[in-house]
Structure formats: C-alpha cells, structure tokens
C-alpha cells in the first residue's frame, strides 16, 4: 500500500509542476521590458468596472487605476500631460495627453 501513496504524490507533484511550467511564459512576458523599456503590464482579471488604466509614476509601472483613483493622482501631480499610461487595448505606452480618456480627465482635473 506505500507504494500507492508514493505514487499518487508522485502523480500530485508532476501536476503541480506541470502547471508551473504553462504559467510561465505568462510571468516572463509580463516582466520583459516592451519598447518604450516599460514591463508589460500584466492581465487585468475579473470584471473590469470602468477606466482601469496603468501609469508611469517616478519611472515605475503602477495601478490598474480607477477613474478616480487617476483623477487623485492628477491632483496630487503624480500624473501629468507627459507621464506614460497604458489601458487595455493599447499597444504601446503613450503620454497621457494622448490617450483620449486620460487626456480629457487631464483637462477636468489638471492643475493649471
């Protein structure tokens, strides 16, 4: 009977490890630089309510980010007109004053 109990963990280990193996090419994208040198931003899961967008902040990937958690950044100058952004859908980084939903929350929210 040991021999079956060793066998079914080897079959449990070779599973988990299997599953390792598919997720990682995912990870490794993800943490490759894309051509503007910023990581690509990982997959959004789950249902996405509204704007979920990812900003450059001090040269670092950050968010998702709701609207208004976008909007806070603006006030608090975190984002500007030529800080990167990316939302899904986009192939490349782009200032946010060119990337239409950033840009208009720019103009409402944006210190003058």
């Known amino acids: 009977m040991a021999d079956d109990n060793s066998l079914f963990d080897k079959v ?3 599973g988990m490890g299997m599953a390792m193996v ?3 090419p995912r990870m490794m994208n993800a943490a490759m ?3 503007n040198g910023m990581p690509t931003p990982p997959p959004m899961n789950g ?5 979920q ?4 902040i001090n040269n670092n990937q950050a968010g998702p980010f709701s609207e208004q958690e976008f909007i806070t950044l603006i ?4 984002v500007t007109n030529d800080s990167l952004v990316w939302k899904k859908g986009m192939r ?3 200032p946010a004053s060119q990337v239409p939903e950033t840009g208009k929350l720019l103009l ?3 210190q003058n």
Do not use: F
């Not at 249902?47 to 704007?51: K, R, T």
């Open 12 to 14: 449990v280990e070779m």
């Open 22 to 24: 598919s997720q990682m």
């Open 33 to 35: 630089p894309d051509a």
């Open 47 to 51: 249902p996405e309510a509204g704007l």
């Open 53 to 56: 967008i990812y900003a450059s």
């Open 75 to 78: 006030q608090k100058g975190l």
């Open 92 to 94: 490349t980084w782009l």
């Open 108 to 110: 409402l929210h944006g």
